[in-house]
């Protein structure tokens, strides 16, 4: 039950709320706006079909990786909260 409402909170932070925090950070733009003419510098080499197929692969575990990577640190710190809210007698 904890289990289930940890990852209840977890996907809507880090799927919807924090989307709109991300989006407004000058710097994730950045990376953004990078990715986005490195995306372009790789289109424009003609590669053949079953390396870009090979690299979009690659890329979006990566992806999917980073996104999961990021729900769990996000987990952790909500335990690491609830435990020092839980050492200093607040809950």
Do not use: W
């Amino acid at each position: 039950m904890e289990s289930d409402i940890l990852h209840a909170i977890t996907k809507y932070m880090t799927a919807e709320r924090l989307d709109h925090f991300v989006l407004s950070d000058a710097q994730y733009q950045s990376g953004q706006e990078k990715i986005e003419q490195l995306e372009g510098q790789l289109s424009r080499m003609g590669l053949p079909k079953e390396v870009r197929q090979a690299m979009d692969r690659l890329l979006s575990a990566n992806n999917e990786n980073n996104a999961r990577y990021s729900e769990l640190a996000y987990m952790q710190g909500f335990k690491d909260c609830a435990a020092l809210l839980q050492a200093i007698r607040l809950i």
